[in-house]
């Protein structure tokens, strides 16, 4: 399994963009990128998966350049509920029974 | 419309009492995640199940134990839970062919006294 690497902690204002970087240098040549949310006292939840350039849905954008060795998640105007804990995983695309596992993730801090 | 469903939220348990927490889900997935989440930190893969093979962890003490009757329902048992134990147990499920998206239950804190 590749192995993620994200920063610990990142601080913002409300309104402005935050870009959250993960390495994950070891990447496999099926390997998806997914990106998770998780509030305290919650089980994380789904933000964006993707495979290589750029996906976008309402909550975020995803960017994979072409060696694929990190990706970029953009947070657009962040707001106070945005405060959380973000997790970077690589896994099969295909998932046949694979696992998930969870780096260390960061801790995104959004400021009035 | 609740889709992965922990029962308890909380659980108080004695020390060295063996302690069992569930999982339902309403997906049909066939993947189905076991993790210990501690206090800031990330979540720590237990076991998980591909239909009914289950696949334990190589560092998941053997205090911990796990059930998977039918596709719908996983349950987690502690033998002896000890203080170390008290954590947030959270339950996953995906499906195969959706890479690692995967959906959470709002989990169960264990505590043990």
């Known amino acids: 399994l590749a192995k993620t690497t994200q920063p610990i902690s990142m601080d913002s204002y409300e309104g402005q963009e935050v870009n959250i970087t993960c390495s994950h240098n070891n990447i496999a040549t099926n390997d998806y990128i997914t990106w998770y949310q998780q509030f305290p006292s919650q089980g994380p939840r789904f933000i964006i998966q993707g495979y290589k350039t750029k996906v976008t849905n309402e909550v975020a954008s995803l960017f994979i350049p072409a060696d694929r060795k990190s990706s970029t998640l953009s947070l657009p105007r962040v707001s106070l509920s945005d405060t959380a804990v973000y997790y970077c995983?690589?896994?099969?695309?295909?998932?046949?029974?694979?696992?998930?596992?969870f780096g260390q993730g960061t801790e995104l801090s959004v400021k009035p | 419309d609740a889709m992965v469903i922990q029962n308890p939220r909380y659980q108080v348990t004695q020390f060295g009492k063996p302690v069992t927490l569930s999982c339902s889900q309403t997906?049909?997935?066939?993947?189905m995640y076991w993790y210990q989440q501690k206090s800031s930190q990330a979540p720590k893969l237990l076991f998980h199940y591909y239909d009914k093979d289950f696949n334990n962890e190589a560092d998941t003490p053997d205090n911990f134990q796990s059930r998977r009757p039918n596709t719908s329902f996983c349950f987690l048992d502690i033998r002896s839970p000890g203080l170390g134990d008290a954590a947030m147990y959270l339950c996953a499920t995906s499906r195969v062919g959706t890479g690692t998206e995967a959906f959470f239950g709002q989990g169960t804190r264990l505590t043990v006294v």
């Open positions: 995983l690589v896994g099969d695309k295909h998932n046949q029974g694979g696992k998930l596992i």
């Open positions: 997906l049909n997935h066939n993947v």
